[in-house]
């Protein structure tokens, strides 16, 4: 059985969220074009120890793209109270009761006591509580990207959708074109002997047939384009074998490379054919090839 088609979209969203022993953790991670790798992680003061070895896992799961990584989590258990420190808080209120103003009858606001540096203290556990998120948030960072990689995949699907018809319409218009090509220096001949033919006769004289030859021989080198031609027929078949084989690997670099040799190739059939039936097809066959590029940017 032959291996389903896997081509990624580099836009895709995904989310976890556990809960373990009281503290709610939750990750979800965003992806736009780009043509790197570039990450933003966003984590908790608490956890941001956290940062590098996150980034090496979103590496080795996306291979480009813009990535954003929000994580954050709540803990609702009593082990997530700060500490009084009393001797502190002790402190600041015998100095403030030593205040001339003071003299007893000002009452004071704990509140704002509480805000005061060193009353208040992290947790004792602080290194148990980092390996505690440690183990929560990894696990969640790799669901979080197996839902994106499906939701890359499922927007890969309709690209290569897309892709295929602007394939399938390329080959089309060229293949009218080389039909069309033979023809293009017959008709010239025909023209230019007819024109001759009329201006010896006006003028009551008349030419080799060496030179008559020698010009429709330099009219036919220049106009030319069975090369090019033959090199952007070779160019859809291997656009085809990249999306057929691709199984999953990058390819949108490639891709995007291969779309601009395809435009070159095209406009020099513009460019060397005086044809208005081959330029109108030339204009349109340039014409999904920029549709091609457009899309091939959002190919991981």
Known sequence: MSKPLVVRSMTGYGEATTTVDGTHYFVE????????????IRLPDSVQGLEAEIESRLRERLSRGTITLNARYTDSSAQAA????????????????????????AKIDLAALLNLPGVLQPPSDEEARFEAAR??????????????????????????????????YIAERLKLIQERAPGV?????????????????EAEAS????????????????????EEIKRLSTHLVQFEELLAGCNGKPIGRTLDFLAQEMLREANTIASKSPDAFISRNTVEIKGSIDRLKEQVQNIE
């Open 29 to 40: 991670i965003r992806s736009l074009n780009n043509k790197y790798f570039k990450s933003t």
């Open 82 to 105: 700060y500490q009084i420190n009393t001797g502190a808080l002790n402190s600041y209120i015998q100095q403030l009761r030593t205040l001339p103003d003071f003299a007893g009858q």
């Open 207 to 226: 030419v080799e047939p060496g030179d008559l030859i020698r010009e429709i021989a330099a009219y036919a080198e220049r106009t030319d384009i069975a």
């Open 185 to 201: 220096v017959a008709d010239y001949e025909l023209r230019l002997q007819t024109r001759i033919e009329s201006m010896l006769r």
């Open 135 to 168: 183990a929560a948030f990894m696990p969640l960072v790799d669901k979080a990207c197996t839902q994106l990689t499906a939701m890359r995949e499922r927007e890969g699907r309709a690209l290569v959708d897309d892709l295929r018809a602007n394939l399938s």
